[in-house]
């Protein structure tokens, strides 16, 4: 950290450079407009698409990130920025046409106890 005394101390670091809260990049927004993000999603970015304003650099990781699908919670574990952050990041990302998610599929009914057995067993054998 740069000691220079001055108010701004606390933003910059040497190594980092200035230092953002997330309610900045989101515009002060505490969740995606219009858009859930399970934290199993799979997200993708849309080929060939170009972005119609210049992102921001979190977005531009994500969509390098998502060139093969990616979970929702590895991207937030891959930014290192929480999940709330990311889920609106991406609700941009979204709305702009930039990537694609894809939602997991919905189990019709709950495992058996037979499955939820051979599942424990499984793990077990680990």
């Known amino acids: 950290m740069r000691s220079t005394g001055s108010a701004d101390e606390a933003w910059y670091d040497d190594d ?3 230092v953002a ?3 900045t990049m989101t515009g002060g927004r505490t969740a995606p407009t219009g858009h859930q993000f399970d934290l199993i999603s ?3 970015a849309r080929r060939g698409v170009t972005p119609p304003t210049p ?4 977005q531009a990781r994500i969509v390098e990130l998502c060139h093969d699908p990616v979970s929702v919670a590895e ?3 891959e930014l290192d920025l929480p999940l709330g952050t990311v889920r609106v990041l991406l609700g941009d990302l979204l709305t702009a046409g930039l990537i694609e998610t894809h939602d ?3 189990l019709s009914e709950l495992p058996t106890e037979d499955l939820l057995e051979a599942i ?3 793990l ?3």
């Not at 992102?55 to 979190?58: D, I, R, S, T």
């Open 16 to 18: 980092a450079g200035p």
């Open 21 to 23: 809260r997330p309610y």
């Open 42 to 44: 799979l997200v993708v």
């Open 55 to 58: 992102l921001f650099p979190e």
């Open 75 to 77: 991207v937030g574990a």
């Open 104 to 106: 997991p599929p919905m």
């Open 120 to 122: 424990l067993v499984g």
């Open 124 to 126: 077990r054998a680990l």
